[in-house]
């Protein structure tokens, strides 16, 4: 399918898919740079602490050069712990916080995503045809000339720090030993941390392009989003045959209950409600049944043939349609004109029974 014609947004179960291939918006140099400066913030920070656990080390060994190398083997445990405990006091907590920025960085532009078919093994990684194409792809060429921007501004960077500092470093000459290691550790630092702020623009440029790209291949066209709707959602057509027939069947029950209403309140064919009263179980009349034109009349239909007394009060069945959802009790404001609708309908029923009782 042409990448011209994809000119809508990926929607969100897209979105999830690529998320299972494993595919995300990121940036490798995003997460070395970022790493890079906090490793050497780390170092900055904690080498003083560091010098003091190197500088008892290096004590040690002059102080009992002789005797190691006299003892052989058996004189080499002690050395061997106080090499493995500088070393873990010293270069073990940078090497640590170097593996945690790497999960850190990555997890933070991934959400923490792992996924198993990005680290699958496929042979087809080892084609080196697919290699070659890679290398000179259009994905390859920017890659290259991301690689040469950066190597030229650091190398430009380097090169104007170095003029800064030509001359001082010549004089280094004529200072003792400690004040040079200083000066020299001085510069450095203020080399790395001007090339942190460039290297770190560079990677959020990277990190920007990367994810326009990531955004522009998922991309799908229109017809896409209307098939990932159609198995979202269902087929239109099939929902509102759905619909419908949820509605025809509502109606049906709703028509069952006719029969069992206290009375039928109109107006006089576009509305129709029927009520019910409990006095055990109900505080109040309920609406058990209620519709509009066509429903109205199959509701007076219903309520003619099954003898349920019908009132025509075009206000209160105006109301009571409009404000009483099926199957809940009237409002407080109307229980006066519907008292005396029941109060009607009952001494209907009573004569109706006495005379009866006459025959």
């Given at each position: 399918?042409?990448?011209?014609?994809?000119?809508?947004?990926?929607?969100?179960?897209?979105?999830?898919?690529?998320?299972?291939?494993?595919?995300?918006?990121?940036?490798?140099?995003?997460?070395?740079?970022?790493?890079?400066?906090?490793?050497?913030?780390?170092?900055?920070?904690?080498?003083?602490?560091?010098?003091?656990?190197?500088?008892?080390?290096?004590?040690?060994?002059?102080?009992?050069?002789?005797?190691?190398?006299?003892?052989?083997?058996?004189?080499?445990?002690?050395?061997?712990?106080?090499?493995?405990?500088?070393?873990?006091?010293?270069?073990?907590?940078?090497?640590?916080?170097?593996?945690?920025?790497?999960?850190?960085?990555?997890?933070?532009?991934?959400?923490?995503?792992?996924?198993?078919?990005?680290?699958?093994?496929?042979?087809?990684?080892?084609?080196?045809?697919?290699?070659?194409?890679?290398?000179?792809?259009?994905?390859?060429?920017?890659k290259l000339a991301s690689v040469s921007l950066k190597t030229a501004v650091v190398g430009w960077?380097?090169?104007?720090?170095?003029?800064?500092?030509?001359?001082?470093?010549?004089?280094?000459?004529?200072?003792?030993?400690?004040?040079?290691?200083?000066?020299?550790?001085?510069?450095?630092?203020?080399?790395?941390?001007?090339?942190?702020?460039?290297?770190?623009?560079?990677?959020?440029?990277?990190?920007?392009?990367?994810?326009?790209i990531f955004e522009k291949s998922i991309r799908m066209t229109k017809q896409e989003v209307k098939?990932?709707?159609?198995?979202?959602?269902?087929?239109?057509?099939?929902?509102?045959?759905?619909?419908?027939?949820?509605?025809?069947?509502?109606?049906?029950?709703?028509?069952?209950?006719?029969?069992?209403?206290?009375?039928?309140?109109?107006?006089?064919?576009?509305?129709?409600?029927?009520?019910?009263?409990?006095?055990?179980?109900?505080?109040?009349?309920?609406?058990?049944?209620?519709?509009?034109?066509?429903?109205?009349?199959?509701?007076?239909?219903?309520?003619?043939?099954?003898?349920?007394?019908?009132?025509?009060?075009?206000?209160?069945?105006?109301?009571?349609?409009?404000?009483?959802?099926?199957?809940?009790?009237?409002?407080?404001?109307?229980?006066?004109?519907?008292?005396?609708?029941?109060?009607?309908?009952?001494?209907?029923?009573?004569?109706?029974?006495?005379?009866?009782?006459?025959?």
């Amino acid at each position: 399918m042409p990448q011209e014609n994809k000119t809508e947004k990926a929607t969100p179960r897209r979105r999830q898919e690529q998320r299972k291939e494993g595919r995300t918006a990121q940036s490798q140099d995003l997460v070395l740079v970022l790493s890079l400066c906090t490793v050497f913030f780390t170092i900055k920070l904690f080498m003083p602490y560091a010098t003091v656990f190197i500088k008892d080390y290096y004590v040690y060994i002059m102080e009992n050069l002789s005797s190691l190398a006299e003892d052989g083997l058996a004189g080499q445990r002690p050395l061997l712990i106080r090499t493995l405990l500088c070393f873990f006091m010293s270069a073990f907590p940078i090497i640590l916080v170097a593996g945690l920025c790497g999960v850190l960085f990555t997890g933070m532009q991934t959400k923490f995503l792992i996924s198993k078919k990005a680290v699958a093994f496929k042979f087809s990684h080892l084609n080196p045809i697919n290699g070659l194409k890679n290398m000179f792809s259009g994905k390859g060429f920017m890659k290259l000339a991301s690689v040469s921007l950066k190597t030229a501004v650091v190398g430009w960077m380097l090169y104007k720090d170095y003029c800064k500092s030509a001359e001082s470093f010549a004089r280094l000459i004529d200072v003792d030993l400690a004040s040079g290691v200083l000066f020299i550790a001085s510069e450095i630092g203020r080399i790395v941390i001007n090339l942190c702020f460039v290297l770190v623009g560079i990677a959020a440029f990277d990190y920007l392009y990367n994810w326009w790209i990531f955004e522009k291949s998922i991309r799908m066209t229109k017809q896409e989003v209307k098939e990932e709707y159609k198995q979202l959602e269902g087929d239109p057509r099939i929902k509102g045959y759905i619909r419908r027939r949820q509605r025809q069947l509502a109606q049906n029950r709703m028509m069952q209950m006719v029969p069992k209403a206290d009375v039928v309140i109109r107006n006089p064919t576009h509305f129709a409600v029927a009520l019910k009263y409990e006095q055990e179980r109900d505080f109040a009349p309920k609406v058990i049944a209620k519709g509009m034109d066509d429903i109205a009349l199959k509701i007076i239909e219903i309520a003619e043939e099954s003898e349920i007394p019908i009132i025509e009060d075009k206000p209160l069945a105006r109301t009571l349609y409009k404000r009483v959802k099926l199957g809940k009790m009237i409002p407080s404001e109307t229980f006066k004109a519907v008292a005396e609708v029941l109060v009607w309908v009952y001494r209907m029923r009573k004569k109706n029974l006495g005379m009866e009782e006459l025959v």
